[in-house]
């Protein structure tokens, strides 16, 4: 089992802080999505990173795939209480066709 | 915007019991997934599906779990004989490239094995 590792597990912030999620492997992946989960549903595809040290942005979130891409990293500036939910990382090995999620990090944004 | 569909929404069955979970992938799509996630833990992948045949499964998906899409457009997954370590929330995705493996995810069917 390739075992993705997130961090921290909880985060609970203030309006307008920054924050940095972590995602970390042993494993090589040949792609790496962010998604977010609301409760009761299913996790939202907010990106997908492919090339060593890509950087992607969307809006106040950036994301950065590690140039080992064995890693990865979700950066939200200025965080809005909107943005309150699980973010999980996910990874599709080379030459597989499943996709192995990260344990998940909660962030809750208080007002 | 095309989604995928998932029935039930929530679905309570007896211990021993079989359990069908219907999904309606994206039409174009032609790659389709269950996971798993049990209350408060990970996500877990099932089973992946192309050209009506299991491409990949883990461990979890033994012999109680099989995977079907029996007219062209439901793809469905059943546990024969359910267990209590069975509940869970089931999401069926689809995807429409292999490359680069997004995944579009339904809402989840809950299910509560008592």
């Known amino acids: 089992t390739q075992l993705l590792e997130q961090s921290p597990q909880f985060l609970s912030i203030q309006e307008g802080e920054n924050l940095t999620v972590y995602c970390n492997s042993s494993?090589?992946?040949?792609?790496l999505q962010w998604y977010r989960q609301e409760p009761g549903e299913g996790p939202v595809l907010l990106v997908t990173v492919v090339t060593g040290g890509e950087v992607k942005k969307l809006k106040r979130l950036t994301f950065q795939f590690g140039d080992a891409r064995k890693d990865s990293s979700l950066h939200i500036t200025a965080a809005q209480p909107g943005d309150t939910g699980l973010y999980l990382c996910?990874?599709?090995?080379?030459?597989?066709?499943?996709?192995?999620f990260g344990t998940g990090t909660r962030l809750t944004v208080i007002p | 915007e095309p989604e995928v569909t998932q029935t039930p929404s929530h679905q309570v069955t007896q211990m021993g019991q079989e359990v069908i979970l219907r999904c309606v992938p994206i039409?174009?799509?032609?790659?389709f997934y269950w996971y798993r996630q049990i209350l408060g833990q990970k996500v877990e992948f099932l089973v992946s599906?192309?050209?009506?045949?299991?491409?990949?499964k883990s461990e979890i998906f033994d012999d109680q779990f099989s995977v079907e899409r029996p007219d062209g457009s439901n793809f469905t997954l059943k546990i024969r004989s359910t267990k209590l370590e069975d509940s869970a929330m089931y999401f069926c995705a689809s995807s429409e490239s292999y490359v680069t493996g997004e995944l579009f995810f339904g809402e989840g069917s809950r299910l509560t094995v008592l």
């Open positions: 996910a990874g599709i090995q080379t030459g597989a066709n499943n996709l192995f």
């Open positions: 039409s174009n799509h032609l790659y």
């Open positions: 599906f192309y050209n009506n045949e299991i491409s990949e």
């Open positions: 494993s090589v992946f040949s792609s």
